[in-house]
């Protein structure tokens, strides 16, 4: 998860939903600052996890979250059910747009298909 959130809230959000255990783990902006911009979070994740930018997908509903993974060498896909619309992201350069949860599977697989598989803690 990388989320522009403040990463003690992300964390409180998604626990309370109980959503965590679908993620490794959960990346924010910390409480000084550090990793607000969409670009330097990503790029702490790919460090962090040592994740190859080019077996790697950002997935989100603004153009700030296009804009990170550009700036990362990631491809993007897009989903018009957040925040954003569907014309920010196609401005911001997405890779790919999404319309339904439903449809994310074949485009994920299709752009991380020599990602190494680590699977979620419960």
């Not at 000084?32 to 979070?41: E, G, H, I, P, T």
């Not at 060498?73 to 014309?87: A, D, F, H, K, N």
Request: include cysteine; glycine fraction near 6%.
């Amino acid at each position: 998860m990388a989320t522009s959130k403040l990463q003690v809230f992300a964390r409180r959000i998604l626990d309370h939903f109980e959503l965590s255990r679908f993620f490794i783990d959960i990346y924010g902006s910390e409480l000084d600052n550090r990793n607000a911009d969409k670009r330097d979070l990503i790029r702490h994740i790919l460090e962090q996890e040592r994740f190859d930018p080019s077996a790697a997908v950002m997935i989100g509903d603004r153009k700030h979250d296009v804009i990170g993974a550009k700036a990362n060498e990631l491809s993007s896909i897009g989903v018009t059910w957040g925040y954003g619309s569907r014309q920010e992201l196609l401005d911001a350069g997405v890779s790919c747009l999404v319309d339904a949860p439903k449809d994310l599977v074949e485009p994920v697989v299709t752009r991380t298909a020599t990602m190494p598989r680590r699977a979620a803690t419960p």
